[in-house]
């Protein structure tokens, strides 16, 4: 039996206590910027979709407003052109997936040039690479806190789930009608397990109807499982022709395309270290529609497997690599290389590969599950969401560290079953999931540094008070 999580029982209560005025708190939150989101956007269906208008100030502090117009079928790209080298073609560009036999791919080492090496320097020295200007000026009077401080930023993600009729007619896959709810269940599951970190998510846009978005629906199945096929091409590969058109209020909100089933794909879904901020066809998410779907991975019953996927890739987008190294490399036999030290987490220990990949892979798992089953957590989700939060600002989190669960022995630590941002069994992830101090540091500085837009408004959209501020239209005349 694993230790306990918490050692004082009392002490758990209080935590539960605390922790669901909390969340009862951020959903009020939520569903307040949800209702001033609404009313400023298209809702799934429309075929003519409505357009999109927001304010901003212009230059020189005349106090007068310029108005942008998006359609929700044309990407909004606003910039000088010789600043971000937006014109350029990718040059490189890291991708990563998540699943069972998938390892990096050939496409591992393909970066954008715009992501330039970036790394956390946690005694306060400059970060390498350059920093980008914002695209949306921010509301007048709004300064975003610096990353150093770890702000509140609630991030908008836009779904849009990708379908086919059947021979008879019918939509598919089954199910797909309750893509938006499964959806909205998912972030929900995401949100308890980024509580502590300072990031959070929200559903701003569900898009799942092919009548109203044409672009959703492909011809057969066999043309909608070819979007996520058995090779390492990804969604953007085969399907991706959609991204640029139809990407919503890009960078500030995430875009999560849905489509394929395993088999034939290998992995669950896939992100970009970090999410590119000028392109969003490197920034974006793909994920697998048994990911999404209740009847798969995004219940209960697959250790909300799904919710762990989708909570994956958000990091990577907002700029968490592995812990583990990938596979072919050096490192990945002799340990002489900690895999996200490069980037300045150096708070997970050196890992010689992911935990489902170990000899010991086996054990490990029915060492996670006796963990989940025995008090304190005893299976309760409720329970061991609260116990993921109190850990997610912790400094370190030793419960996750066994001395028979170590890859490099030569080097210190032990491998961490149930870091968010290794390959692990869902129920670990359930258990003993976490991130580490230097990773929450990580995304905050990363974000600030590569998305100015959604670190900004992400700030103001999780400020009760200037929620109105950050998403509403312009004042009417
Ligand atoms: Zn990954």
């Known amino acids: 039996m694993g230790p306990p999580l918490v050692a004082d029982p009392d002490a758990a209560d209080l935590v539960t206590a605390e922790l669901v005025l909390d969340v009862a708190l951020s959903l009020e939150r939520i569903t307040q910027l949800l209702l ?21 100030p212009l230059g020189g502090g005349s106090g007068q407003l310029g108005f942008l117009v998006s359609r929700p079928y044309e990407p909004l790209v606003v910039g000088e052109a010789d600043q971000y080298g937006m014109w350029q073609p990718p040059q490189q560009q890291r991708v990563t997936g998540w699943g069972p036999g998938f390892s990096g ?15 956390l320097d946690r005694s306060g020295g400059d970060v390498l690479g350059r920093r980008l200007a914002p695209l949306f000026p921010l509301p007048p009077g709004f300064v975003p806190t610096d990353p150093a401080a770890q702000p509140n930023v ?32 998912m972030t929900a599951l995401a949100n308890q397990r980024l509580a502590g970190s300072g990031f959070a998510v929200a559903v701003r846009e569900c898009r799942a109807d092919p009548e109203g978005y044409r672009y959703l629906l492909k011809p057969s199945r066999d043309a909608w499982l070819a979007c996520a096929p058995a090779s390492d091409d990804y969604f953007y590969d085969t399907c991706g022709s959609i991204i ?23 992995m669950w879904g896939y992100g970009f270290v970090p999410g590119a901020a000028d392109d969003p066809f490197w920034g974006h998410i793909g994920l697998l529609w048994d990911t999404v779907s209740p009847d798969s991975q995004n219940s209960p019953d697959a250790y909300e497997s799904g919710a762990f996927t989708l909570l994956h890739e958000l990091l990577h987008h907002w700029g968490l690599p592995h812990t583990f190294p ?26 010689s590969a992911p935990v489902w990949s170990q000899p010991w892979a086996t054990a490990a798992f029915f060492s996670c599950l006796r963990t989940w089953e025995a008090p304190p957590l005893q299976g309760d989700w409720g329970a061991s969401a609260s116990a ?23 080097r210190p630590g032990f491998d961490q079953l149930g870091n968010y941002m290794t390959y692990s069994w869902p129920v670990c992830l359930a ?9 929450v540091a990580l995304m905050h500085a990363m974000t600030a540094h590569v998305n100015p837009d959604m670190y900004g408004w992400g700030q103001c959209a999780s400020t009760a008070t200037t929620t109105a501020a950050a998403f509403a239209g312009p004042a009417t005349a």
Request: charge should be negative.
């Open 326 to 351: 990938p596979e072919g490399t050096p490192a990945n036999t002799s340990c002489e290389q900690d895999a996200d030290a490069s980037r300045g987490v150096r708070d997970t220990p050196t890992v």
């Open 431 to 439: 258990a003993l999931g976490h991130v580490t101090p230097d990773q």
């Open 388 to 410: 993921a939060s109190a850990r997610a600002a912790a400094a370190g989190f030793a419960d996750d560290q066994l001395s028979r669960f170590d890859s490099c022995p030569q």
């Open 36 to 56: 001033k989101l609404a009313s400023s956007m298209p809702s799934g269906g429309h075929t003519e979709p409505l357009r999109e208008v927001a304010g901003v």
């Open 244 to 266: 640029r058109t139809s990407v919503v209020d890009f960078p500030r909100s995430i875009n999560i395309y849905v489509a394929g089933e395993m088999p034939p794909s290998t």
């Open 154 to 185: 609630l991030v908008p993600t836009v779904w849009h789930f990708l379908s086919y009729r059947d021979d008879d007619g019918s939509l598919g896959p089954p199910g797909i009608r309750g893509a938006c709810a499964a959806a909205t269940r």
């Open 105 to 119: 791919g050939p496409d591992a080492g393909r970066r954008r040039g715009l992501q330039e090496p970036f790394r």
